[in-house]
């Protein structure tokens, strides 16, 4: 669960984000980063689901990922944060040694794409990434039954094509939460 260590550090980066897109810095420059209601949400769910096995697929510069590391800390979890970005995972690093959460994380710097078929017996994953790869990403997991997957801005970014996808599949239940940006929280049956 997140302290006010956590907080102060997802509010300052939340507050960049926000002035970058004041300033109509391009969208290719800007941090794109959870919202802290919904980092505030997941890190309780992570944590009271005693998730250990975590990843996370687009970190940015670290909202999710102090969410997330501070859930493993609880959980004696390991979070794996896949991001494409160097200076955004550089930034975030930095940011979870500053928090004392380095050992509850490995980063991994590349397209998850290469990872995710390496990744198996997954109890939690957050899918922030480009929205066009949702899908894609999503058929890729290797989950454990009981497995929850989380999606962030299926609201703001209306990724119909995302929810009908994930509520199409067997054996598994999936909800919208009017949380941060929108969430999509699908667990897949034991």
């Not at 997330?68 to 040694?97: D, M, V």
């Not at 990724?159 to 897949?188: C, K």
Request: with cysteine.
């Amino acid at each position: 669960m997140l302290n006010e260590s956590h907080r102060a550090e997802i509010q300052r980066l939340w507050a960049r984000k926000a002035h970058q897109e004041d300033a109509d810095v391009p969208f290719s420059e800007r941090h794109r980063n959870l919202a802290p209601a919904s980092a505030e949400f997941l890190s309780a769910l992570v944590s009271g689901i005693g998730a250990k096995k975590m990843v996370e697929i687009g970190g940015s510069s670290g909202i999710s990922t102090i969410a997330l590391a501070a859930a493993a800390q609880q959980t004696q979890g390991k979070l794996i944060s896949l991001e494409i970005e160097p200076i955004r995972q550089a930034e975030s690093k930095q940011t979870i040694a500053r928090l004392g959460l380095s050992e509850f994380v490995e980063f991994r710097l590349g397209d998850a794409a290469d990872a995710l078929p390496w990744l198996r017996d997954l109890e939690f994953v957050l899918i922030d990434c480009e929205k066009h790869d949702y899908i894609r990403f999503f058929d890729m997991l290797r989950l454990r039954p009981g497995a929850i997957v989380v999606a962030d801005n299926v609201l703001s970014h209306q990724l119909t094509g995302y929810v009908a996808h994930v509520r199409s599949q067997p054996r598994s239940i999936s909800v919208t939460l009017p949380i941060g940006q929108g969430l999509e929280l699908t667990r897949v049956a034991e």
